[in-house]
C-alpha cells in the first residue's frame, strides 16, 4: 500500500466580519420591530414576544466574539436578517464554487503544485448550492484539473471525513494526488432571527492536499482514519428537493438549521474523546503522546471539555487551538482552519489529530505525523 500524506491546505476567508455587538444591535433591532408590529396579538396572548439576544451570552456560551460572512449588509439589515447574495448566470463561476476554488489554489500554492498533479476533487461540506452538477466537477473545471470529481455531505464531519476517502483513493492506486475542498457558506443555512442560534456560524472556505508520500518531501503522514456515524435528530436541516412536492411550507423554520444545543453538547462530547483515545489506541499511541488536537470549533467548553477528558487536564491553546472566537462554527472546514493556522511550529515527528463531530451524529479523526 502507497503512504499517503496532506502536502498542504488552504484557507479562504471572507473579507467582511461582523461582532457580537453588531450582530446582537440588528437583532435587537429586530426584535423591537417585530413586537411593536405584532402589539395587539402580544397583547391578546395570541403571540409571544420575541426576547432581545446579548453578545455577553453569546461569548459566554460559545466563545464566539466574531464571524466572517460573504454578506454582512444582508444579515445586519433587520428588516431582511439574511445574506444578499445576486444571482448568477449558468455560465458564471457560482459563489460555492468560488470561494472553494480560491481555498483549493492557496494549497496547490503552498504546496508546490500545479493542477496537472492533481488527479480528482471532492466537494466535501455541508451544504452544497445544488444537486448536480456536482460542484466539485465546477471546481475541477474552474482549476484545469483532469480526472474525476464528486460532492459529499457528512455535514460538520465533510472534512474529515473526505480526508478519508482521498487517503483510500491514493492507497489504492486509483489517485496520485486528490483536492478535498470544504466551501461552507454557513450563512445561508442559519436563521438570524432566531435567538437560540443566530450567532453560531461563519462562512469560510478550506481545501486540503492529499498526495502519495513518494511525491516528494515533508508534509504530514496520516497514519490512520476513523469514522464513525450514529443517528441522531437533535441538528436537522430539512432542506431538500422533495420540498416542492410537501404540503409544509417549502420556506419554513425546519428548512434551515436548527439544533437541541444543549444535547448536543452532552451527547457529541464524550463520544468524540471516546473516539479519538480509541483510535490512538489502535495506533498505538496515547492522547498524552499528541502534541496537538485540532479539534472541530463549535464550542469552546465543549472542546475544553474533550481536552480534558483525553488529558486527563485542562488544555492549553499551544495543545487544543481554538479559532472559533473569529470565525464561529464553520461547520466541516473548522478543524481545517485550526489546523492550517497551527502547524508551522511542530518539529518532525510530532503527532497530531484532526478530529471533527457534528450532525448525523458524525465524528471523523485523522492522526497524522510531521515528516
Ligand atoms: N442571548 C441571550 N440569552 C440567550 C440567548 C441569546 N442569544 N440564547 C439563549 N439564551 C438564554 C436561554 O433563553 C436560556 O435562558 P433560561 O436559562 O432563562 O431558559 C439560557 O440563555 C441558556 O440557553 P441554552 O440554549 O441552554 O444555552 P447553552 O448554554 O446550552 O448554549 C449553545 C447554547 C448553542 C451555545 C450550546 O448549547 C452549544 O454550543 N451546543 C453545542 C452545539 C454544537 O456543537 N452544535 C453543532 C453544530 S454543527
Given at each position: 500500500?502507497?503512504?499517503?500524506?496532506?502536502?498542504?491546505?488552504g484557507l479562504?476567508t471572507?473579507s467582511?466580519?461582523?461582532?457580537n455587538?453588531?450582530?446582537?444591535?440588528?437583532?435587537n433591532?429586530y426584535?423591537?420591530?417585530?413586537?411593536?408590529?405584532?402589539?395587539?396579538e402580544?397583547a391578546?396572548g395570541?403571540?409571544t414576544?420575541l426576547?432581545?439576544?446579548?453578545a455577553e451570552?453569546?461569548?459566554?456560551?460559545?466563545?464566539?466574539?466574531?464571524r466572517?460572512?460573504?454578506d454582512?449588509?444582508g444579515?445586519?439589515?433587520p428588516?431582511?436578517?439574511?445574506?444578499?447574495?445576486?444571482?448568477r448566470p449558468?455560465?458564471?463561476?457560482?459563489?460555492?464554487a468560488?470561494?472553494?476554488?480560491?481555498a483549493?489554489r492557496?494549497a496547490?500554492a503552498?504546496?508546490?503544485r500545479?493542477?496537472?498533479?492533481v488527479?480528482a476533487?471532492?466537494?466535501?461540506a455541508s451544504?452544497?448550492?445544488?444537486?448536480?452538477?456536482?460542484?466539485?466537477?465546477e471546481?475541477?473545471?474552474?482549476?484545469?484539473?483532469?480526472?474525476?470529481?464528486?460532492d459529499?455531505?457528512?455535514?460538520?464531519?465533510s472534512?474529515t471525513f473526505?480526508i478519508?476517502?482521498a487517503?483510500?483513493?491514493?492507497?489504492s492506486?486509483?489517485a496520485r494526488?486528490?483536492?478535498?475542498?470544504n466551501?461552507?457558506?454557513?450563512s445561508?443555512?442559519l436563521?438570524?432571527?432566531d435567538?437560540d442560534c443566530h450567532?453560531?456560524?461563519g462562512?469560510?472556505?478550506?481545501a486540503i492536499?492529499?498526495e502519495?508520500?513518494?511525491?516528494?518531501?515533508?508534509?504530514w503522514?496520516?497514519?490512520?482514519?476513523k469514522l464513525a456515524t450514529?443517528?441522531s435528530?437533535?441538528?436537522r436541516?430539512n432542506?431538500g428537493?422533495?420540498?416542492?412536492c410537501?404540503?409544509?411550507d417549502?420556506n419554513?423554520?425546519d428548512?434551515?438549521?436548527r439544533?437541541?444545543?444543549?444535547k448536543?453538547?452532552k451527547?457529541?462530547?464524550?463520544?468524540?474523546a471516546e473516539?479519538?483515545?480509541?483510535?490512538l489506541?489502535a495506533?498505538g499511541?496515547?492522547?498524552?503522546g499528541?502534541?496537538?488536537?485540532?479539534?472541530h470549533?463549535?464550542?469552546l467548553?465543549?472542546?475544553?471539555?474533550i481536552?480534558r477528558?483525553l488529558l486527563?487536564?485542562?488544555a492549553?491553546?499551544d495543545?487544543?487551538?481554538v479559532?472559533?472566537?473569529q470565525?464561529?462554527?464553520?461547520?466541516s472546514?473548522g478543524?481545517?482552519i485550526a489546523?492550517?493556522?497551527?502547524?508551522?511550529?511542530?518539529?518532525?515527528?510530532d503527532?497530531?489529530?484532526i478530529?471533527?463531530f457534528?450532525?448525523g451524529?458524525?465524528?471523523?479523526?485523522?492522526?497524522i505525523?510531521r515528516r
Amino acid at each position: 500500500m502507497t503512504d499517503v500524506v496532506i502536502r498542504a491546505t488552504g484557507l479562504f476567508t471572507p473579507s467582511q466580519s461582523i461582532s457580537n455587538e453588531e450582530l446582537v444591535a440588528a437583532f435587537n433591532t429586530y426584535v423591537a420591530k417585530y413586537n411593536a408590529a405584532h402589539a395587539a396579538e402580544i397583547a391578546a396572548g395570541e403571540l409571544t414576544a420575541l426576547t432581545e439576544s446579548s453578545a455577553e451570552f453569546i461569548e459566554k456560551a460559545s466563545g464566539i466574539k466574531q464571524r466572517f460572512v460573504l454578506d454582512k449588509s444582508g444579515v445586519l439589515d433587520p428588516t431582511r436578517m439574511y445574506p444578499r447574495f445576486a444571482p448568477r448566470p449558468d455560465d458564471a463561476l457560482s459563489l460555492e464554487a468560488e470561494i472553494g476554488v480560491a481555498a483549493a489554489r492557496d494549497a496547490l500554492a503552498r504546496a508546490g503544485r500545479d493542477a496537472a498533479d492533481v488527479d480528482a476533487v471532492i466537494c466535501a461540506a455541508s451544504n452544497m448550492q445544488r444537486p448536480y452538477p456536482a460542484m466539485a466537477v465546477e471546481i475541477q473545471h474552474a482549476l484545469g484539473i483532469k480526472g474525476f470529481a464528486f460532492d459529499m455531505n457528512v455535514a460538520c464531519s465533510s472534512a474529515t471525513f473526505g480526508i478519508e476517502q482521498a487517503a483510500n483513493a491514493v492507497r489504492s492506486g486509483s489517485a496520485r494526488s486528490v483536492l478535498v475542498v470544504n466551501p461552507e457558506i454557513c450563512s445561508a443555512h442559519l436563521e438570524w432571527r432566531d435567538r437560540d442560534c443566530h450567532f453560531i456560524f461563519g462562512d469560510v472556505a478550506t481545501a486540503i492536499l492529499v498526495e502519495r508520500a513518494d511525491m516528494g518531501e515533508g508534509g504530514w503522514a496520516i497514519l490512520g482514519t476513523k469514522l464513525a456515524t450514529s443517528f441522531s435528530n437533535n441538528i436537522r436541516n430539512n432542506a431538500g428537493f422533495l420540498n416542492r412536492c410537501e404540503d409544509t411550507d417549502p420556506n419554513g423554520r425546519d428548512k434551515l438549521f436548527r439544533q437541541e444545543g444543549r444535547k448536543v453538547f452532552k451527547e457529541v462530547s464524550p463520544m468524540a474523546a471516546e473516539h479519538i483515545s480509541t483510535h490512538l489506541s489502535a495506533l498505538g499511541h496515547t492522547p498524552a503522546g499528541v502534541r496537538r488536537f485540532w479539534l472541530h470549533q463549535a464550542n469552546l467548553s465543549m472542546n475544553q471539555l474533550i481536552a480534558r477528558r483525553l488529558l486527563e487536564r485542562d488544555a492549553t491553546f499551544d495543545e487544543a487551538p481554538v479559532i472559533l472566537d473569529q470565525y464561529a462554527n464553520t461547520a466541516s472546514a473548522g478543524s481545517i482552519i485550526a489546523f492550517h493556522l497551527h502547524h508551522e511550529d511542530l518539529a518532525q515527528g510530532d503527532l497530531g489529530v484532526i478530529c471533527s463531530f457534528g450532525a448525523g451524529y458524525s465524528i471523523g479523526s485523522v492522526v497524522i505525523q510531521r515528516r
